[in-house]
């Protein structure tokens, strides 16, 4: 299979030393930041450097994936896994929580670090859910034939090279009761050169074995997008892929209608269809994007009048502790109950932080 040398050049080159980021960038680099980064180290692609450097230290890239002395503030308190992952870790790289699809973590490298990620703590430490025994992956999933999808994550998927995605795709293709593959990815926004002839083709070749082939577009701010990026996500579009996009809502990146409209105006231009806009995660490290859930509704709520129902995400919740994702939606009421109903159907005490900045 054949691989552009464009992107891995690119991720090789990309920022992962906290002096040199700084250094480029022009700005002052504190003791303190110094130790966040420590704790949750960048990894920042030169390009995306670029446009953060030309649009400052308040901008929405920067808060989005510079690090910030609040992710370790003991203050704001988290969850190292906020979404129970290890509660449903089955089988080496496999979280089997939903009785039909299962989460497949073949790596934990992303082609950046975003400073709100919900796994930012797994990722740190390469936690127990990412170690390998393929051979036991597969034996888990043909003992378990209810499991018709396979969900690509991480980590980033397709940090892998084609070679390496055709082998897990050929091993998944000859499980008969595995219809459908999904990937969830930051690479056609932040690295899209990855979106290489090779990658499109393997993609076509697999689009014949299996039910459906989606990938999951990952963007949370219309600054995140550029010409060059759009090439590739049209490139994508037009495959015979399904294409949906996945956001989280973050204050003080995307906390308003007038925000989230631009994005999804842009994903529609795009012919990139809204699929899921998440309620962001109690995680560890990350507390300072955490808005009520009040606020989220109402947010959504004003989106649902400027956007089509066929273009309008599913706004959704990560019940905390494993119980499952929900809709973060109440149609009687903004005003959160504290309770939300689980995947089994079960009410769910919640607590939410009793801090707001």
């Not at 988290?78 to 496999?94: C, N």
């Not at 990722?123 to 859910?129: R, T």
């Not at 043909?142 to 070679?163: C, M, Q, R, W, Y």
């Amino acid at each position: 299979m054949v691989e552009s040398q464009s992107w891995t050049s690119s991720f090789s080159t990309s920022f992962k030393n906290i002096h040199e980021l700084y250094r480029f960038l022009g700005w002052e680099l504190t003791p303190a930041l110094e130790k966040v980064a420590k704790t949750y180290p960048v990894f920042i692609p030169r390009r995306l450097a670029e446009k953060i450097k030309i649009q400052g230290p308040q901008s929405v890239l920067a808060r989005e994936f510079m690090p910030i002395e609040s992710e370790l503030d003991a203050d704001f308190k988290g969850l190292e896994d906020p979404i129970g992952d290890k509660a449903y870790h089955k089988a080496p790289q496999l979280i089997h929580r939903y009785e039909s699809r299962a989460l497949f973590t073949p790596t934990t490298v992303c082609p950046v670090h975003c400073r709100y990620c919900f796994r930012k703590n797994e990722l740190n430490v390469a936690d127990e859910i990412f170690q390998q025994d393929f051979a036991l992956t597969l034996a888990y999933l043909k003992a378990h034939p209810e499991v018709s999808e396979i969900i690509f994550t991480g980590g980033d998927p397709l940090t892998l090279s084609n070679e390496k995605l055709e082998k897990y795709l050929t091993a998944f293709s000859e499980i008969n009761s595995i219809k459908d593959i999904r990937f969830h990815s930051r690479y056609p926004v932040i690295l899209p050169e990855r979106i290489d002839d090779g990658f499109l083709s393997l993609m076509e070749k697999f689009g014949k074995r299996f039910r459906t082939m989606t990938l999951a577009i990952h963007a949370n701010h219309v600054e995140e997008f550029d010409e060059i990026n759009r090439v590739a996500i049209r490139k994508l579009t037009s495959s015979s892929m399904q294409i949906l996009s996945q956001t989280v809502l973050l204050k003080g990146i995307n906390d308003s209608t007038e925000a989230l409209l631009d994005l999804y105006q842009e994903f529609i231009a795009l012919k990139v269809r809204p699929y899921y806009l998440h309620h962001p995660d109690q995680v560890k490290g990350g507390m300072h994007f955490y808005l009520p859930l009040r606020e989220g509704r109402e947010i959504y709520h004003g989106l649902r009048k400027h956007i089509p129902g066929w273009a309008l995400p599913h706004y959704v919740i990560d019940i905390p502790g494993g119980h499952g994702k929900i809709s973060a939606m109440n149609p009687e009421s903004t005003t959160f109950s504290g309770q939300l109903i689980s995947k089994d159907g079960e009410l769910v005490a919640i607590q939410e932080p009793d801090f707001f900045i």
